[in-house]
């Protein structure tokens, strides 16, 4: 090994063991920060990177929201391998407390907005629950909805979800 290349391995050395060192303090910053780093490769949303402030609740239409599917979708999110199990969702506060949302004519409507439509069947075939009539978000709820893809299991069949199962809100960092 000549000196060039000696002295050239050792400089990628130094920053690789940097890039390491960074990495862990910016971990452990995050740590502190009452923050994460969420992950998103679900089609609902654009994929990426999102930074999510932990334990906040959304008070907005058009927040991303970080939260775990009630109890009664849980099993069908996951046993139909939408998500792998345990993953929370990640959609967009469509609907907030007083606002209504509504079945009409195959149409998710949400205060008088088409939100996109509602399918008797998700991609593979399988029966999707369905909603009818209007509902309100109550106090302590909120509507999630993807406006990004049509088909999207969100509010406009799971209705809405309990504050309690939101795990934060935040803002996408780099998506692709």
């Known amino acids: 090994m000549t000196a060039h290349q000696y002295i050239r391995l050792l400089r990628l050395l130094a920053l690789a063991g940097a890039l390491v060192v960074l990495a862990y303090g910016a971990g452990a910053l995050i740590r502190l920060s009452d923050h994460a780093l969420y992950v998103n490769d679900s089609p609902s949303m654009p994929r990426g990177l999102y930074w999510i402030h932990l334990g906040v609740l959304p008070s907005e239409r058009g927040e991303v929201v970080v939260f775990r599917p009630t109890l009664a979708f849980a099993h069908l999110i996951y046993e139909r391998g939408w998500l792998p199990h345990d993953m929370p969702l990640i959609k967009s ?75 934060g809100t935040g803002v996408p960092l780099l998506t692709f």
């Open 93 to 167: 506060v469509g609907g907030v407390a007083g606002d209504i949302y509504c079945t009409i004519d195959g149409h998710f409507v949400v205060d008088g907005e088409d939100a996109g439509p509602i399918f008797d069947r998700d991609a593979q075939g399988a029966v999707v629950p369905q909603m009818a009539g209007c509902h309100r978000v109550a106090r302590g709820t909120f509507l999630p909805v993807s406006s990004y893809i049509a088909r999207s299991f969100d509010g406009r069949y799971m209705g809405a979800v309990p504050a309690a199962n939101v795990i």
